[in-house]
């Protein structure tokens, strides 16, 4: 005889009726495939959380069901709901993340494809330490050609291969295409790599992923085993898995095929790190008979931003059809400003969260969002001289950029010549000066009481130091202007970008943007007062804590780092097409799709304003284009939904008719 149901499963049952149609539906669905298509602020965490907690209610063993995430944090707190909506038996729930249960898996059952039981999980640092001894070496060979990349980036590019299932020859070509001419000592070392962990019996985070799926696919007996184990398994932000990872699903939901994921194909923005866009559009053909349940009613955002997130993401080329409403009444439309530079952008945008933290919204409340981290470095010089506190999420904050202080530094020399830490900096960034040598120059510099001459006087057999004398030769903070000085300092410090960045095309990209703010400036004093305006450096934990819990600053943030979070009201900065999408994306059809989706989950993180902003006549120094017009994605919304302002030098603002926006 069943016992009567418990308070607190009576209480479950009630808390259905909070539910939306939708929502509910999902919930309550029996058995077979399930996609759930959750649109941005539609409730996606209460519906898997209420999912867990029926299916418990039910009478399904909790053990019995998993339930997968992309950090261990979402699973844990999505059970702790569970377990508030239900009783404690959802706390024998198995939830976690794809790599964490590959590992229980592969402890219990590894032996069947010839895994040793002693094998040893290998972290990020200790694969990058393995790859790095085994670089060192290959560098010893004559043979080696030029200087390979550092053992973090070749550990990024062997991961990604891997995740994308790609070639190493493809990954590197699209990633880091300036690595190619060393393409035979890449894969020699990504081969070594993988016969020293057979050897070691290591394994690293992207081979529990591989060896698990060859487990499910190689060994029926042991993927009926697991398969009959898990009676339902649940899948949460199902777009941003990678190819390995749908089959393990696959073959997991083998015995049964009770497999419910829930993700938002609009906001898959995460290609970059393997995410395969298609795994959620083939979700039915993989999975026939599949039950498609769309949630658009959103919690977060007023109609007139939905409205405009709407009409943008209906471009995308393939997509489940969807239209986000809320039952929320009023809000202002979003707005379209353009400014007549950068640094008018920066200042509007500076005065317009002066009216909001004015008017009592919180500045933690505030975001300001952009496609690539140097995007903010003038918008971080004026709120630095505003005094507005923010905190940077993704990318660094300017003025903690090696790259940027190491070009500064040559600046500050020149005009304080007795600036030990700069003179430390720019000497050290020479091949065979360590720092006894850096002090003896700069103690020569010093006792020569000359300022730079003093460099200059000294001899030097050095050809590093002879060419840093050539430099400052160049140099007449007198004649020239300040970007001009900026300029022939890059232009000496690019040899020592590419050799001490693996990344030095993206960083030669900030010294760009770096240059067009010294072409504010008319006084070399003035720009380096601006650049020392900026706090003190947080340590790497204080950074953490500071991001997690920045209730008391502005946030900017890349929109990758901001996706799954809201803020009540956002500003999109450099909306600028060949901005946002990148010029480099134009040329790419799959590209310029997920820059699509990007914008989408821009404009989707605000829940009362939203102000999408660009600069007019952007010279682009690589490519010799003037960039002159808001992003494609945004330049033909009918005014009505996105009103477009002007703003000048002095900060007016004024309306744009129709017929000016042409």
């Not at 070509?173 to 000592?185: K, Q, S, V």
């Not at 993700?263 to 290609?271: H, I, K, M, R, T």
């Not at 209906?314 to 007549?340: D, I, N, S």
Request: net charge neutral; charged share 30%; with cysteine.
């Amino acid at each position: 005889m069943n016992a009567p149901p418990s308070p607190r499963a009576a209480t479950a049952a009630a808390a259905l009726d909070s539910l939306n149609e939708a929502q509910r539906a999902a919930v309550e669905h029996d058995e077979g495939p399930l996609l759930v298509i959750a649109g941005a602020g539609s409730g996606k965490t209460r519906t898997l959380t209420h999912r867990v907690a029926r299916l418990v209610a039910a009478g399904i063993p909790p053990a019995a069901i998993l339930l997968l995430t992309f950090t261990r944090k979402a699973a844990q707190e999505m059970i702790q709901r569970a377990i508030r909506l239900l009783d404690r038996r959802c706390e024998r729930v198995s939830g976690g993340t794809f790599h964490s249960f590959a590992h229980l898996m592969l402890r219990q059952h590894g032996g069947a494809i010839g895994l040793p039981p002693d094998f040893a999980i290998l972290d990020r640092s200790d694969a990058e330490d393995l790859i790095g001894l085994i670089r060192k070496e290959a560098e010893k060979r004559p043979a080696h050609g030029r200087l390979l990349p550092r053992k973090q980036t070749l550990a990024d590019l062997f991961s990604r291969a891997v995740n994308k299932g790609r070639p190493l020859e493809e990954t590197v070509l699209e990633e880091h295409a300036h690595f190619a001419d060393r393409m035979d000592a890449l894969k020699a070392i990504f081969a070594e790599y993988a016969r020293r962990k057979r050897e070691h019996h290591f394994v690293d985070y992207d081979d529990l992923l591989v060896l698990f799926r060859r487990l499910l696919a190689e060994v029926p007996e042991v993927r009926r085993r697991i398969s009959g184990a898990y009676r339902h398994i649940l899948v949460d932000e199902y777009q941003d898995t990678n190819r390995i990872q749908a089959d393990i699903l696959d073959l997991l939901a083998d015995a049964h095929r009770n497999l419910m994921v829930v993700g938002d194909d609009s906001q898959s923005v995460y290609a970059f790190r393997g995410a395969d866009f298609r795994n959620i559009l083939e979700f039915p053909r993989r999975f026939p008979g599949t039950r498609v349940i769309r949630l658009e009613e959103n919690y977060r955002s007023t109609q007139p931003i939905l409205d405009l997130t709407n009409l943008v993401i209906a471009r995308a080329r393939e997509k489940y059809a969807k239209r986000l409403f809320t039952r929320r009444a009023g809000g202002a439309p979003p707005l379209l400003v353009e400014a007549e530079d950068e640094n008018a952008q920066s200042r509007w945008v500076v005065d317009r969260i002066r009216e909001l933290l004015a008017a009592g919204t919180a500045p933690g409340e505030i975001a300001v969002l952009f496609r690539a981290g140097y995007h903010s470095f003038d918008l971080e010089i004026e709120l630095a001289r505003a005094q507005i506190p923010f905190v940077k999420v993704g990318g660094f904050k300017f003025s903690e950029s090696a790259h940027i202080k190491d070009a500064l530094a040559h600046l500050r020399v020149l005009a304080n010549p007795y600036d030990r830490l700069s003179w430390h900096r720019v000497l050290t960034l020479l091949e065979r000066i360590g720092p006894k040598h850096a002090e003896s120059i700069y103690r020569g510099i010093v006792n020569a009481r000359s300022g730079v001459a003093g460099l200059l006087a000294l001899p030097s057999r050095n050809d590093e130091i002879e060419k840093l004398k050539a430099l400052f030769r160049a140099l007449d903070p007198q004649a020239m202007s300040v970007a001009d000085l900026g300029q022939e300092v890059i232009r000496y410090y690019l040899p020592i970008l590419r050799r001490s960045f693996d990344d030095h095309p993206r960083r030669a990209k900030d010294l760009e943007q770096l240059l067009g703010i010294m072409e504010r400036y008319r006084r070399l004093e003035s720009f380096l007062a601006d650049m020392a305006l900026e706090p003190p450096t947080l340590g790497v934990e204080e950074r953490l804590v500071a991001e997690l819990e920045a209730k008391d600053r502005l946030v900017l943030s890349t929109v990758h780092s901001a996706k799954g979070l809201e803020w009540h009201s956002v500003f999109v900065i450099w909306a600028l097409d060949g901005r946002f999408p990148s010029l480099r994306a134009l040329a790419d059809e799959e590209e310029m799709e997920e820059e699509l989706r990007l914008m989408y989950v821009a404009m989707t993180r605000a829940r009362e304003g939203l102000y999408l902003c660009y600069p007019c006549e952007v010279f682009d120094r690589t490519l010799g284009l003037v960039l002159n017009r808001p992003s494609r994605f945004i330049d033909r919304i009918p005014r009505s939904l996105l009103p477009k302002c002007r703003v000048d030098g002095q900060g007016r603002l004024r309306v744009v008719k129709e017929e000016e926006s042409g």
